[in-house]
């Protein structure tokens, strides 16, 4: 299932007050580190544990072209660290 977290913090506040509402995503992403993730973060994770498909995760993605190209990056990504660990053996 994917998820969406969010929470208030003063940017998010700020927001809202502001009716600044399509801001809210962005500041989501910025505040991974307080443990938020948007939709669209949690479709990509479900997608690297191969639980959807890219075309499921690009048709409840709220940016299915983030959701594709952050997709094939961390592939990518993915694919070296799988071949620098054998080149180490």
């Known amino acids: 299932m994917a998820t969406e977290?969010?929470?208030?913090?003063?940017?998010?506040?700020a927001c809202i007050r502001a009716g600044r509402l399509s801001q809210i995503p962005g500041l989501i992403q910025i505040c991974a580190k307080d443990g938020m993730h948007t939709v669209d973060d949690s479709l990509i994770e479900l997608l690297l544990a191969e639980?959807?498909?890219l075309m499921d995760a690009m048709a409840h993605a709220?940016?299915?072209?983030?959701?594709?190209?952050e997709f094939q990056k961390a592939l990518k990504t993915q694919r070296k660290g799988w071949f620098a660990g054998i080149l180490r053996k």
């Open 62 to 69: 709220r940016d299915p072209n983030f959701v594709k190209e």
């Open 51 to 53: 639980r959807i498909s």
């Open 5 to 13: 977290l969010m929470t208030v913090n003063s940017g998010i506040e």
